[in-house]
């Protein structure tokens, strides 16, 4: 069965400072890997998404991710934080073979200090 | 552009009480499913579908009945609420049975049972 683990349900970064949430993920399977952005009072919106091909994935709004299968994880970085990146992510793993079960993590909150 | 559209947006219930949260989307997705919301749980699945007339279980189930009987349309019954089914509910929509697919949200249903 697969299962993921945000550490961290809340982190704080300046404006201008590096994001980096992290991610990591058990899987009996070669996995696919998402991250996933929630706006308050809104719906989940697709960051980025890893399927098997270049393990450093572009995202939208300046994230990225690089997936270690050596380490089992899947960090999210961004550079710079900007304001607007205050929001809830959350980390999902579904394994190649699975029938469409999407698993997700418990999400970290990210607080972006002016 | 209605993309995935869930009502009511909010629903107080007293214990006992039946409710269906409607889901609707128009964007020929074939899968659809239900996700619940609950601080430091993330998101967990409830029941999902493939296409038309196909139904399955998530993680959890209980208490949620579900049908599909047309592509556009996946709503959630509740039959007899519980406290414990206070939530956020999220419907959710993907172009194709496939994992890798980008999972498009609703807004949510916030649900209070008293």
């Known amino acids: 069965a697969q299962s993921v683990t945000q550490l961290g349900s809340h982190v704080s970064v300046s404006e201008g400072a590096l994001v980096l949430l992290r991610c990591n993920y058990s899987?009996?399977?070669?996995?696919?890997l998402f991250w996933y952005v929630q706006y308050p009072n809104q719906g989940l919106q697709l960051l980025l998404k890893y399927t098997s091909a270049a393990t450093l994935v572009k995202g939208i709004n300046g994230f990225e991710a690089e997936f270690k299968k050596s380490e089992t994880s899947f960090h999210l970085t961004k550079p710079s934080a900007h304001m607007s990146d205050a929001a809830e992510y959350f980390c999902a793993v579904s394994p190649y073979s699975s029938a469409s079960k999407i698993i997700f993590g418990s999400g970290t909150r990210l607080s972006i200090r002016p | 552009n209605a993309g995935v559209t869930q009502t009511p947006k909010f629903q107080v219930l007293k214990t006992g009480q039946s409710m269906t949260l409607q889901c609707a989307q128009d964007?020929?997705?074939?899968?659809m499913s239900w996700y619940r919301q609950d601080p430091g749980m993330g998101l967990r699945l409830i029941h999902y579908?493939?296409?038309?007339?196909?139904?399955d279980q998530g993680e959890v189930p209980n208490g949620y009945n579900v049908s599909r009987s047309t592509t556009e349309d996946f709503p959630l019954r509740l039959l007899s609420a519980a406290p414990s089914q206070t939530s956020v509910y999220f419907c959710?929509?993907?172009?194709?049975?496939?994992?890798?697919?980008?999972?498009?949200f609703g807004e949510g249903s916030r649900l209070t049972v008293l």
């Open positions: 964007m020929n997705h074939e899968y």
């Open positions: 579908s493939v296409g038309a007339g196909i139904t």
């Open positions: 959710a929509s993907r172009k194709g049975a496939e994992n890798t697919g980008e999972l498009f």
């Open positions: 899987s009996s399977v070669p996995p696919y």
